[in-house]
């Protein structure tokens, strides 16, 4: 576990966390720092600018390609710089960013698994269950949650990490029963139409045969 500073708080300790020097991992980092921010700047640029693709879901995915472009805009910039020469502001700016980016992201995938079991549950009233508006709200909610759980790292150590525990917990809860309660209702469609897809051969069998003994 992550050394606490004598307050008790996470983000406090100004020495004895800064990890050593690895040069090696600039040319690592460099390249993927690239790729996150052009990839997340391409997504959210094509869903702003094509109104077609705005959506709840979409909605939802831009605020993932936020928290990921955070991390390629401001986490990874301020890691290798970290390396070249510790120092304890980028170390709390690091932490505070990476845990903000990481907890919106793990809420949001959570949200999003609740969505597309919403969309197939209730897919004649989802269109006015979940809009647009909605969807930015609960997204714009994750960040207000997200940033208010990140501010307890400079209170108390063990509250922090038992605020991460919790929440984790209930987004892994979340995102596995809605991908269950989804297998099951694509199932339960699969078996359903298997059977109509039965009946219609059977009717158009029982049609030919009567023909032929009509003919």
């Not at 020469?85 to 845990?99: A, C, E, G, N, Y």
């Not at 269109?127 to 714009?140: D, F, G, Q």
């Amino acid at each position: 576990m992550q050394n606490l500073s004598k307050t008790g708080s996470y983000f406090g300790d100004p020495g004895g966390t800064y990890p050593p020097k690895l040069y090696l991992s600039t040319p690592r980092d460099a390249p993927l720092m690239l790729i996150s921010i052009t990839g997340n700047s391409l997504v959210l640029a094509a869903i702003l600018r094509t109104p077609s693709l705005r959506s709840p879901s979409t909605a939802f995915l831009c605020s993932l390609a936020v928290s990921d472009l955070l991390v390629g805009l401001v986490v990874q910039p301020v890691y290798i710089a970290e390396q070249l020469k510790p120092s304890h502001s980028l170390l709390l700016v690091r932490r505070i960013v990476l845990f903000l980016a990481c907890g919106v992201s793990l809420c949001t995938m959570a949200v999003i698994s609740l969505d597309r079991f919403l969309a197939l549950h209730y897919h004649m009233r989802y269109p006015n269950l979940i809009t647009e508006k909605r969807a930015v709200y609960a997204s714009a909610t994750l960040w207000v949650i997200g940033i208010l759980l990140s501010s307890f790292g400079f209170w108390k150590g063990n509250i922090y990490f038992f605020t991460i525990a919790v929440s984790a917990t209930i987004c892994l809860f979340i995102s596995t029963f809605s991908y269950v309660r989804i297998y099951f209702l694509v199932r339960q469609h699969r078996l359903q139409i298997q059977v109509q897809q039965q009946a219609m051969e059977n009717l158009n069998v029982e049609h030919k045969v009567s023909m032929e003994n009509g003919g």
